[in-house]
Nanobody
Framework: QVQLVESGGGLVQAGGSRRLSCAAS????????MGWYRQAPGKQRELVAT???????NYADFVKGRFTISRDNAKNTVYLQMGSLKPEDTAVYYC??????????????WGQGTLVTVSS
């Protein structure tokens, strides 16, 4: 069983920065892709950014130029450096890992979420 533990959420002022971390642990064969999603109150969960084990990244348009995703493959950890934060970035941020954990069938694992609140 794999567990994802996020950290780094909290209150930040508009224009500020915040770094989220997510570490995967447990039975892990490989994690080809990791990413961050977010869900604001009353809205659906949406993709923020993803990164492959080879370092290829993908960003939602609304964070391009402001957020940077990175990962440490040796530690099975993914990071999200958030900058120029806006009140509309307020959401619960969820870590996702798509990998091979218990078998050779790809599975999705999710963290419990970490709340980021951006004050104006």
């Amino acid at each position: 069983q794999v567990q994802l533990v996020e950290s780094g959420g909290g209150l930040v002022q508009a224009g500020g920065s915040r770094r989220l971390s997510c570490a995967a642990s447990g039975t892990i064969f490989s994690i080809p892709a990791m990413g961050w999603y977010r869900q604001a109150p009353g809205k659906q969960r949406e993709l923020v950014a993803t990164i492959t084990s080879g370092g290829s990244t993908n960003y939602a348009d609304f964070v391009k130029g402001r957020f940077t995703i990175s990962r440490d493959n040796a530690k099975n950890t993914v990071y999200l450096q958030m900058g120029s934060l806006k009140p509309e970035d307020t959401a619960v941020y969820y870590c996702n890992a798509r990998g091979y954990f218990r078998s050779m069938r790809a599975e999705d694992a999710w963290g419990q979420g970490t709340l980021v609140t951006v004050s104006s």
